[in-house]
């Protein structure tokens, strides 16, 4: 059997050693400096985000390194570690959303972003990316590169955003913007909150209801894996990626007619309704009879059961119970897959073999359709049981997965 791939997190002076030396054997000059920025994982609360809902992100330690020169014209030129021989030009006179192609856009819709958003000291600029983020793994290396640009723009031009969790907001903002108008992503901010608002040692429950500020939607909750013995282990299944946009967006229009139906705003009102009834599970079941469609039960059910779920992790793990926090893992997973429907075979095979061999809990992680699982193991078990789905999905003809060792970690920052 092949031994699992365990991908490690650069180190602060790697990132920043192979950042600087493609962006000067690319453009001939020194960088202005160096930023990062981390990929993601949810811990639980998946599908909520557009449902007004809560989610549990914590930062990776993989991150996105940027070396960055701004420009005193509005060109803009961007090279990656993943092809250092070709470099993509654009130019931001004129920009309009759409207006760049492929892995470009997401850098470029940042700069394009803030001067919509009236920011106009910002111009072109030359940058360089290495990243440890893999790619395509659900884990958000997107928002890893839109957020170290935003830290790099808003350093260089002196915006004075980038200091102070509520200026960071603003560079949230431009960066949702440039993934979801110039890049045609759709993201619901999820991703970047957590890239640039999450603290080592916690997760960020971030709170998606519309009504809230942004100061007001986000709490720091501990997440101290030593304390407990634990590590979390994240697999990349490599499944082939199936998240078209016709799946996300049917899921969300499913609620939102649901929502519409049962006369509220949102599935939150629902949900927050339920939480305070004698009975929640009447209250769940009276308020599923209203709906006549089954799917759209099934759909309702999740993200309802799901809401509920943050809380009740958050206050398990607080206290220590970690058999209760895992099985809230696994009732995610399993409602994920069962009223949702967005697994895959890889996803629910890596997810029962973590379960059989040990882990508290497991579950997808993401949007689904692909993607990566997570599991609460206890320490030194994961490479383990990352070896065990590595064989079990030889055995089952699928992509070799690979893993990475999770941890809370810091947001973005400036490097050098």
Known sequence: MTAVEFIEPLSHDEGVKIAVDLFKATYGEEPAGVWAAPGRVNLIGEHTDYNAGLCLPIALPHRTFIALKPREDTKVRVVSDVDPENVTEADLDGLQAGGVE????????VAWALREAGFNAVQGFDAAFSSCVPLGSGLSSSAAMTCSTALALDDVYGLGYGASDAGRVTLI?????????????????????????????????????????????????EFDLDKYGLELMVLDTQAPHQLNDGQYAQRRATCEKAAEILGVANLRVVADSIAKSDDPFQALKETLDKLEDDTMKKRVRHVITEIARVNSFVRAFANGKIDEAGRLFNASHDSLAADYEVTVPELDIAVEVARANGAYGARMTGGGFGGSIIALVDKG?????????????????FNAPRALPAFAAASASREA
Request: net charge negative.
């Open 173 to 221: 903002n431009a960066a949702i913007k440039s993934e979801n108008d110039m890049a045609g992503a759709s993201t619901g901010g999820l991703d970047q909150n957590a890239s640039m608002r999450c603290t080592f040692g916690h997760a960020l429950r971030l709170d998606c209801r519309p009504e809230l500020s942004p100061l007001e939607n986000v709490s720091q909750q």
């Open 102 to 109: 492929g892995w470009a856009a997401y850098p470029v819709g």
């Open 381 to 397: 078990q994961g490479h383990e049981i990352a070896q065990k789905i590595a064989d079990r999905f030889e055995k089952e003809g």
